[in-house]
């Protein structure tokens, strides 16, 4: 991904990503032009899906429980229990 000065137009360099979401993400950027300099933050966002994803649901849900803890993933077990 290439990200332009919003000042000169100019190349700028990502130096720190701050994912706020799974479908929004702050970019904090420097112009590489030393005579600007200037320093920003853009958003990357989601916006909509073109093709679904060939994964089925049981992967989905599988790959999202690995990523909670061990005390999250023991509480949705209880709250998932009938």
């Known amino acids: 991904m290439r990200i ?4 000169c137009g100019k ?3 990502i130096g720190k ?3 706020l979401s ?3 993400t702050n970019l904090y950027c420097s ?3 030393p005579e600007c300099g200037h320093t920003f933050v853009t958003n990357v966002s989601f916006s909509h899906t073109l093709s679904p ?3 089925t649901a049981t992967e989905v849900v599988s790959a999202l429980a ?4 061990p005390e999250q993933r023991k509480a949705l077990q209880q ?4």
């Not at 690995?66 to 803890?69: F, G, H, Q, W």
């Not at 709250?79 to 009938?82: I, N, P, R, S, Y």
């Open 4 to 7: 332009l000065c919003t000042v």
């Open 11 to 13: 190349k700028a360099v």
């Open 17 to 19: 990503t701050d994912r």
């Open 22 to 24: 799974v479908a929004l």
């Open 31 to 33: 112009c590489t032009d």
């Open 53 to 55: 994803s060939a994964k």
């Open 66 to 69: 690995r990523a909670l803890s």
């Open 79 to 82: 709250e998932l229990a009938f």
